[in-house]
């Protein structure tokens, strides 16, 4: 059997079923496509027979047109509730996958709905439909149910137009509690009797119940053009229905034609200001109740015909939460007072007018002012009402909170606490709003107060507010129970996790917060995976399941979500929110620091996964990244490109989604934040946490990759870049990463020449230089190699021009400030570097020659009497002098100059140096006799040295014992070994 996509199958078969219904359940052979085929044609023919009727006796001068309120269509409005999203007969031409006539122009005549009835109702019906039909309704009074739906579908196999059958089928349904196929057959039955608008609307009524919304919607539709009085209840059922869906512009027609009916109802008014919120039209919503308030200040007492809506308090309190949408908090204030003073008759009282705060409505401060007025003023005043309800006293409240006036805020709020009325909602949203502006311990009091309430004490959203709340305000004893309760029903929430871990943290509880740090940050390795999956099912379409006692007849459209710009107000909202919770991660920082100067390794973890959630959102703005690197930053683009993420960005994200930290990106790229700060801290702050995580990342975590990435990250950052502090600082932690690293081919040498070339003949950037680099053969090759020779030599001779006041060939561009500054002496640590590079590619006379320039101005340096003396024993031993003696001894000389300068004031660590080295020296010469001396007084230092650091004591050891088993005495060598040289 094969089935198309609507569920309607072709074929002969013992079991068939139309969309949903079965048609034969006693075994009956029926031809689905035939009796469909039947249904269409002796449709078609009445339709036809119709339209020949009408062309003939009426001409059309009888249609009546309707004006249409929507302005994308030129159709009548009749015709546009027909006809509204498709034809019937073609939709189930369609479903039976037969070829579809073109859809009618022409609209309906006024007499078509009678003509129809009358030729249905006078319709003769086959003496064998007559008597199954009989019999059918008999078996329905006895409640013989599957007797009668047998013979109530042969009555439909015979007669296809039968509309008691159908109804009658769709009953039998309705009482076993089939509801879906119910609404399919009486579906088919209202289209038989298609000028049976009540039948039509009870079908949609049904069709709404079972969540059918687009059948739902073409019921009225069909109910609204068969009823020539356009029943006001259907138009409203239809527009609430697609404001359901979205469909906010069919919406608008159907509220704007019954407000035109009844232009005084406010129900009809609210629902007309709600679709304009949902447009994102705040403006016409707000115009459209200050229509209503100056007619009724104009024309009040006139409006005995209902001509408009009536103003009072619900109006005004919608009319401040659309003005509080609009973030107009002056506007709502202002439109508080004047309305209040206009119902309560109070409109000559200006003087409130001179007083910017709320005394009007505080009888304290009321009657301290009204003191100073006349007494016949005075008089006059005391008697009228002043008090105001208490939704729009919190109106106002939020208002002056929201213009940052907290104390005047208060005294609305404190009202809440005096009022006996069940107000549990305005308690929640005061604690909330002031939570959200800081104030904790005032929000507390509110959050306590709504929390006795049955309604929300187990509200989610309630109990995170307050746990915040605890924390901040350091009573982490009830924020760790608040944190418990929320993880015991989201036990996978990682927010909770930090937050409790924080909480126990500050109880003395390290062991359970160090566990659930450890949970926080395996759930975060195991992101990757999960987000793969998550990619790996998004790219597969879903295949939809359908019940078959499901299937509608007329398939509800699942609304596509539009990618719209953001209004103004929305983007605001979302950069507060997530301003506030950048704030909020902040602060808890900063609670954490001194226990991180302790080193405590639970405040560390929790410090770094609260940095890791704002590093990840920071580094989600693109303007912060920009292509060129030299454009000037002007600040953060509020809202940025939409732009493809791979896994590894998405994964990035995971942590800031679910907070809001992270937006969508939109296409405006004309509004710009502040030069100075991003979401409430100072780009001082964004740079010192980078750092700091970096720092920990590569010193706690052991994490040097991550950490390395974390700082590259930073450098690419423009507002870090174009600062030279910023920069440097950067470049100085990659540099360090890189030698914790062994990156010295790398990372090393790519930094420290940054250093070098910004710094130009700086004493303390050579001296930097030198100590970038280990011992070891790898980063000896790296330190010798032919490009920092080069370097050195143009930056050597660049000094020497200046000074010889001279250009020498091959010099180096000078960049360096020298205006204030005199050259009169050798660059020692220039030449003692350079020297070093040719020392350690073997080139001992060159070596010799600028160690010796150096010698003549600081012969009581120590290391350059070591390295000259090694220049010249290195070059005595490769046998090339003219008299290798003498260069020895030379050499020889100046190690002893080295020892003599070394130990002036020298301390055991200096002294073990200086021993060793003699030793080595002598080592090397082949002196073994000379060579143990040195090195056993290495070993007789081995009980003033405290810092291992400094120890040679395992050097000066196994050179021992080379020297005794290279000259057989392997005894001696073994005990040197178990003494020093084994665990």
Known sequence: MVSNNNGVSAGNHDAVEFNGMDVDDAGQEMDIDDAIQDFLDDMNDDDDEHEDESDEGEGGDEQEEFLDLSSESAYSEEEDDYDENFDFQ?????????????????????????????RSSNRSLDPEVRSNLSQANEAFVRKDYQVAQNLYLEVIKLDPKNFNAYKTLGEICKLQGRLAKCCNYWFLAANIHSWDSGFWAQVAELSNDLGLIDQAIYCYGKAI??????????????????KE???????????????????ADTTVVKNLASVYVDQKRLNDAINLYGDILDRNMSEGSSNELGRFPRFGWAELN????????????????????????WLQNREDETWWEDHDDDSEFDSQRRTRILDQLSQPIKARASKKQFQIPIDIRFKMGLLRLSLNQKDEAMHHFEFLLEDSDDIVDLFFEAGKVLESQGYYEDAL??????????????SAELVSLCGKCFLEVGDYQQASRAYQALLYGDPDN???KLSLAEALYHLGDAENSAHLLQEVSNTRAKSSDLMSDMLEDDDEEPEEEEHPDELSIIKTKHMIKSNKKLSNQEKEEIENKARRRVLEKYGRMKRLEDSLKKNDKVAISAWMQLAFQLVEMFMAVRSFFPKDKNRIFKGVLLYRRIKPMGIDEKLARVYNLHQGMTEEENNNRNAFSSTTEYRGLTYDIWFSIFVQYALLLANFEGNLAYASQIIEAAQEASIFSQDKFRDSVLKAVRLMFGIMGEESLTSVVTHIRHFLANNQFSRYIYIFFMCCFPSGLGNWETFTNYNHQKYFLRQLKAYDSLLTSTKITGMATITAKIDDYQFTKEPCELLYIYANLLGGSRSYVSSTVYLSRAYKLYNRDPMICLVIGLSHVHRAMQRLSTNRHIQLLQGISYILEYKEHRLLSATVYEETEVEYNLGRLFHMLGLPTLAIRHY??????????????????MDAAYNLTLIYNVNGNSRKARAIMEKYLTI
């Open 90 to 118: 073609e939709a189930l031409r369609g479903a039976g996958n037969f070829r579809q006539k073109n859809k009618r122009k022409t609209a309906r005549s006024k007499s078509y709905w009678k003509q129809k009835m009358m």
């Open 225 to 242: 053009a068969a009823d020539n009085t356009k029943n006001p209840k259907y138009i409203l059922a239809r527009a609430i229905l697609y």
């Open 245 to 263: 869906k979205r469909q906010f512009g069919r919406a608008l027609e159907g509220f704007q034609r019954l407000h035109q009916m009844f232009p």
């Open 318 to 341: 919608i009319l401040t939460e659309l003005y509080i949408q609009q973030h107009s908090w002056r506007h709502g204030l202002k439109i508080i007072k004047v309305v209040a003073r």
């Open 445 to 458: 009091v509110f959050l306590t107060r709504a929390s006795q309430s049955d309604e929300l004490s187990q």
């Open 494 to 496: 990682l927010e909770f």
């Open 936 to 953: 056993e007084k290495v070993l007789m230092l081995l009980e003033l040295i405290e810092d291992p650091t400094f120890d040679l004591l």
